[in-house]
């Protein structure tokens, strides 16, 4: 982390296990962090309340109030700083949880500690950003912190992978972006796969907010990789009758 420029970067470590507390506060600093430690929901509000910080590692199981609801009030108020949720539980209940609530990624205890720092660089180079309410492109409409999206006036589920994805998209909509600057932006840092993964995922966003309305506003750029567009914001020309079927795995 020395040298690139991210020496600087301010964390707030909300968590209550005092040893592990202990550990990431001397292990962040040595890689150059300058982290700030609260160990209840509490004074972790307050804290990311009252200071600006770069990234915020947020336990879920914390004493006064906790991780889910520090999360949201952090929301409601505005503040955007990127979140990581960091739990001992691993089930996909309290991973949609998080990501509903505005969570920015989520990593399980236990974890190896390089990988918490490649994340945190990953947050912090994505940075909180100005949200709007709603993301629009045409017809399309992203709601970034009740993490749904709408053709029209028909819901389209999308899974956590495809949201980032679309996500991504409509903040670079009308730009083309690559398969790499996706790869980057949208996967783990610690991602080992090919760029064959985006075309899969963009195959399965077509799928959900393209075919079933009859447009086709995620384009492929030949040899340079993607861009979305605008419909003519109309209500879609074909609306399905029922909800849109979640294709391909859930990852």
């Not at 966003?205 to 605008?230: A, M, N, S």
């Amino acid at each position: 982390m020395r040298g690139t420029g991210e020496a600087d970067m301010r964390v707030l470590l909300v968590e209550d296990e005092p040893l592990l507390a202990r550990t990431l506060v001397a292990g962040l600093g040595a890689e150059g962090f300058r982290v700030d430690h609260q160990a209840d929901g509490v004074d972790g509000l307050w804290a990311a309340t009252e200071h600006a910080y770069d990234v915020i590692v947020l336990d879920i199981m914390l004493p006064r109030l906790n991780g889910y609801d520090v999360l949201k009030q952090l929301r409601a108020r505005e503040i955007w700083t990127p979140v990581l949720m960091l739990t001992a539980k691993d089930g996909e209940y309290d991973q949609t949880d998080a990501f509903e609530l505005g969570a920015d990624d989520y990593l399980t205890k236990p974890f190896a500690f390089s990988l918490l720092v490649a994340r945190l660089h990953a947050l912090a180079r994505r940075g909180p950003g100005t949200r709007p309410v709603v993301l629009k492109v045409g017809s399309l409409a992203l709601d970034p912190v009740r993490r749904t999206v709408h053709r029209g006036s028909t819901e389209v589920p999308l899974t956590a992978r495809e949201l980032g994805l679309l996500e991504y998209l409509v903040r670079n909509a009308g730009a083309t972006v690559t398969k790499g600057q996706i790869l980057d932006n949208v996967w783990d840092p610690a991602f080992e796969g090919g760029t064959n993964v985006v075309e899969i995922y963009v195959g399965y966003l077509r799928r959900k907010i393209d075919e079933p309305f009859g447009l086709t506003t995620l384009t492929t750029v030949r040899g340079v990789g993607y861009r979305l567009v605008p419909d003519s914001g109309a209500e879609p020309v074909r609306v399905p009758t029922g909800p849109v079927r979640a294709r391909g795995p859930r990852r």
